[in-house]
């Protein structure tokens, strides 16, 4: 593209960032990735992962980015660099915890439809005896009545037994899975204590600080080159800088200043690492109330153990009281995990918006401007799809 020596900047290097400009060096482009801060100090760094839309804006062209990086995730997983494997497990729902039941007040009238108390009603006075009168003549029977006769041959009418509703459909799979593959209802006996619904498959699960130097070392042997350290203030000031024909930028949670776009909003998740038990699937936990979750997720000698979503907080410090919360629940979805030593603390902020922003503007001086971020929870699920979109349309 043009003479300048510099093809395209992306500016960020999480997973969006760095699988963008994968693809744009594959394609034959001289690209350089410029971030704020490496690879491992991102919020990719700290996801689970797992492949599955989750916290992201869904709209017509959600499925068909997730459908293409599934495949190429699996075709990943081949590779053991990658940190990638398919493996099986389950996602389930907690019972709700509702009660029913109105227990009576002695001594009071259950209350009415309405919710009110009903009030006494006054008895009646004691009925009084009509007198006969004593004009009143008998009436006489009619002679010529005949009696009626049952027909002996007539069979008895039996009366249908009341009809009982039917029960309600058990519920189907999350729609977040639509694509993986084959689905299993669990049965009772496979579920956690206070988990009543369930679904096992299988998907690829990865291991976020291993798939991202993977990308980085994929990437600079396409010819690329690699920044940290360096944060634009804005970006017509990355414009002013650089010099490469086209800007991408993929900058995550940093899109809320540096475009800047106030329809971003964090969401804070806190995972914990610890040493793996001998636990080989995953297995992700919905409750009712929002942010009510519960994951691990087994990577070889670790288990990324989670979480959190917490709309609106900036806040990147492990919380102590959060930290026993998560260890807590998982022990006890998984009691192999009791006494697992803990390896790490970590937080990160998920970049979510009403949509992903994936479309093209231009910079002040008329260079191309492709805006590729807001994926929310499924970074690494819309990575390939939205970075392959990118480069054809940096291509033209």
């Known amino acids: 593209m043009g003479s300048r020596q510099l093809d395209a900047l992306v500016i960020g290097a999480g997973v969006s960032g760095l ?23 991102t919020t990719s760094s700290v996801a689970g ?71 006494p009603v006054s008895p009646d006075p004691p009925a009084q005896p009509v007198p006969l009168d004593p004009r009143a003549q008998p009436v006489p029977l009619d002679p010529r009545a005949q009696p009626v006769l049952l027909d002996p041959r007539a069979q008895p009418v039996l009366l ?29 006996s496979e579920l956690p204590a206070g988990f009543t619904s369930g679904w096992r498959f299988s998907a690829p699960v ?13 990437f600079q042997s396409a010819g690329g080159s690699v920044r940290y350290g360096r944060a634009f203030a804005s970006l017509a000031a ?15 949670i940093g899109a809320h200043d540096l475009v800047p776009d106030p329809d971003m909003v964090p969401v804070r998740g806190q995972a914990v ?33 989670g979480g959190t979503e917490q709309p609106g907080s900036w806040d990147r410090q492990p919380d102590p009281a959060t930290t026993n919360r998560i260890l807590r629940a998982c022990e006890a979805v998984q009691p192999r995990l009791r006494g697992s030593p803990v390896l790490a603390h970590k937080v990160g902020l998920r970049p979510v918006r009403p949509a992903v922003r994936l479309e093209a503007e231009r910079t002040g ?11 929310g929870g499924a970074g690494v699920t819309l990575s390939w799809g939205c970075a392959l979109d990118v480069t054809r349309a940096v291509l033209g």
């Not at 990865?206 to 980085?216: A, C, E, G, K, R």
């Not at 001086?365 to 994926?375: A, E, I, Q, S, V």
């Open 365 to 375: 001086d008329g260079r191309p401007l492709l805006h590729n971020y807001g994926h």
């Open 49 to 119: 992962a797992i492949w599955g839309p989750h916290l992201v804006g869904m709209d017509a062209r959600v499925a068909g980015w997730a459908e293409v990086t599934l495949a190429r995730l699996r075709q990943l997983a081949g590779d053991p660099a990658a940190g990638i494997r398919e493996i099986g497990g389950i996602t389930s729902s907690r019972a709700a915890q509702h009660d029913c039941v109105a227990k009576a007040d002695p001594g009071r009238d259950p209350p009415d439809q309405a919710g009110h108390p009903t009030q």
């Open 206 to 218: 990865i291991s976020m600080p291993v798939y991202l130097d993977y990308l980085q070392a994929r």
């Open 160 to 188: 249908d037994p009341p009809t009982q509703p039917a029960p309600p459909d058990p519920p189907g799979p999350p729609g977040w899975t639509d694509g993986v593959g084959v689905r299993v209802r669990c049965e009772d």
């Open 238 to 252: 990355a414009a002013s800088q650089v010099s490469a024909d086209v800007i991408v930028n993929c900058s995550g």
């Open 19 to 41: 699988t963008t400009a994968v693809c744009l060096a594959e394609a034959g482009l001289a690209v350089a990735v410029e971030a704020a801060e490496p690879p491992q100090h």
């Open 273 to 305: 690492v610890v040493a793996n038990p001998g636990i080989g699937d995953f297995f992700i936990g919905v409750g009712q109330e929002p942010g009510d979750l519960t994951y691990l997720f087994p990577h070889q000698d670790t288990v990324v153990l």
